[in-house]
């Protein structure tokens, strides 16, 4: 099977405040997309990271009466920590104030330079701190003798100060002509039109440094501007591969970058400037920027402001971390905004992983080991229902490698979960309870068709809820190496004869 590189991203954080919700989902989301393509025998580059610089931080760790950095060290140490509860599978976790990155960044702004791409003038114009963009005036409303961006809705301010330009300009045509050529570069496709419809609207010079605040990286040779914090922060995924080292394996394997996975609030940086530096520099740009929603609790994006919050930490403390990666990623519809609430994470534990995969695993598990000593033998004696069975799990199987390729999440996760319904119902239908009186070779054949689809749905869970899953193939004796989608071809995950181990507890049931 041809293997392939895929270098797939999260959006780097911003150690402006604690993890919430809407971190802990952007990231599971592209560790499920990193699993699942390494499952898939490919070789797998996944990066995540802390975004530090800007006068947010600056202003943040003011707050704190800290310096910057060691502000930054004390945040970027959370969200590390957040890495590891999530159980994200991440290569690398890079700093924007570390060494490669400052490096990467310098480099790309004299390739900037170079081109042509950048000039010295006056930016006089709306700003806001808390997206750190740029708005232009047709983009902000007044409200109660303040200015607001219609974009986000968050406060902007006045600037006017002496900065170097991009020519975004002169991209614009160019820009277009390439998402032309790359038809899923930006997914979903609402997000695809509404970046092509600005873009047709006008692309304005864009300001890429400031002279009014100092926590950032030095333009080259002058040191009276700090590069914008968005042409710094989006190159961490060029210095992460080692860039400006081209012949360094890591760039060599993973650029361009297969997949950025970001919110859609940070889309125009990702869509619009970030393939415009790239091209301007010489570099290829990334293969694709899917820009999922918002993580809405009732109808408003969740946000420590809005104090509408649902702690990540606490809910993994209290259900579990791989509830929590299923609940994000089978119930918020990934292209668009999604609601969450408390209740509708404990229906979903509940209903999928208690009562349907966790019971099937536990319910032939428990029966093997109480009737059977722990092994099931193969027999020839196939039925029509096993035989039915096998074609509705085909059915639902069939495409969800493409699914899972286009980000098509839900879909993937709702198939599956189908295929773990189907089984429970083939298990109450064959009754191996009753086999075991009259026709141990067909309860024999009922239990060995269990433990295969059970290794098939472990396996296809295994990215969304790697724990479990991976207790299950373990318990089941499966080999690492065949925790693969071979099987999706037709050929047989478990061996005639099974030996099964003592399987623990999944899921506890909500109350
Ligand atoms: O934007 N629902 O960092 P960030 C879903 N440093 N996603 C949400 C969300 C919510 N309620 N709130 C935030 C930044 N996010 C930059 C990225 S990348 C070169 C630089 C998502 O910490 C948001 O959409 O403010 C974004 O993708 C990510 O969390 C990081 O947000």
């Known amino acids: 099977m041809k293997k392939h590189n895929f270098y797939i991203t999260t959006p780097i954080y911003y150690p402006s405040g604690q993890p919430h919700m809407g971190h802990a989902y952007s990231s599971i989301l592209a560790d499920v997309f990193a699993r699942f393509s390494r499952n ?83 930016y006089k114009g709306w700003y806001s701190v808390s997206d750190e963009a740029y708005y232009s005036s047709d983009e902000v409303i007044e409200k109660n003798g303040n200015k607001f961006s219609t974009y986000s809705g968050s406060p902007v301010e006045w600037v006017e100060e002496e900065s170097f330009f991009f020519k975004l300009s002169a991209w614009q045509n160019k820009l277009l002509d390439f998402y032309d050529k790359n038809e899923s570069f930006i997914l979903p496709i609402s997000r695809r039109n509404e970046v092509i419809n600005f873009v047709k609207s006008g692309l304005k010079d864009l300001s890429v440094s400031r002279t009014s605040f100092t926590w950032g990286i030095k333009v080259p040779n002058n040191d009276k501007h700090i590069i914008y914090v968005w042409l710094d922060a989006l190159t961490n995924y060029l210095s992460a591969l080692n860039f400006p080292n081209t012949d360094d394996e890591l760039y060599k394997n993973f650029w361009p970058a297969s997949l950025h996975v970001i919110g859609k609030d940070i889309l125009r940086f990702h869509a619009i400037y970030w393939p415009a530096f790239l091209l301007a520099a010489g570099l290829r740009p990334p293969s694709r920027v899917f820009g999922h929603g918002w993580i809405l609790s009732g109808d408003e994006k969740m946000s420590k402001s809005k104090g509408n919050i649902l702690n990540p930490l606490e809910i993994i403390d209290k259900y579990g971390i791989d509830e929590l990666r299923y609940y994000l990623m089978k119930e918020v519809s990934h292209g668009s905004d999604g609601s969450i609430s408390l209740s509708n994470l404990k229906r979903c534990i509940n209903s999928d992983l208690a009562n349907n995969y966790g019971n099937l695993c536990q319910r032939v598990f428990s029966f093997v080991k109480n009737n059977c000593d722990n092994k099931v033998v193969k027999t020839n004696k196939i039925s029509e229902s096993d035989k039915k069975l096998t074609e509705q799990t085909n059915v639902l199987t069939k495409d969800l490698k493409k699914e899972m390729n286009n980000q098509n999440l839900n879909n993937y996760i709702k198939s599956v979960i189908n295929v773990s319904f189907l089984t429970n119902k083939y298990i109450n239908d064959e009754e191996p309870w009753k086999l075991k009186k009259n026709n141990v070779e067909k309860m024999y054949n009922v239990l060995h068709m269990s433990l295969e689809q059970i290794a098939k749905i472990s396996i296809l869970l295994n990215p969304i809820i790697p724990n479990a899953s991976s207790k299950v193939l373990s318990a089941l004796n499966i080999d690492n190496k065949m925790r693969n989608y071979t099987f999706l071809d037709g050929s047989y995950l478990i061996a005639d004869t099974v030996q099964i181990s003592e399987l623990g507890i999944l899921f506890k049931k909500i109350i």
């Open 40 to 122: 898939d025998n490919n070789k797998v580059y996944f990066l995540t990271g802390t975004d530090e610089h800007g006068l947010k931080i600056q202003k943040a760790a003011e707050k704190n009466g800290l310096d910057p950095l060691i502000y930054c060290d004390k945040i970027s140490a959370v969200f590390r920590d957040l890495t590891k509860k999530l159980n994200l599978s991440n290569d690398d976790f890079i700093r924007t104030t570390e060494k490669r990155h400052l490096k990467a960044v310098n480099d790309l702004w004299k390739k900037l330079v170079n081109s042509g791409d950048i000039y010295l003038s006056k």
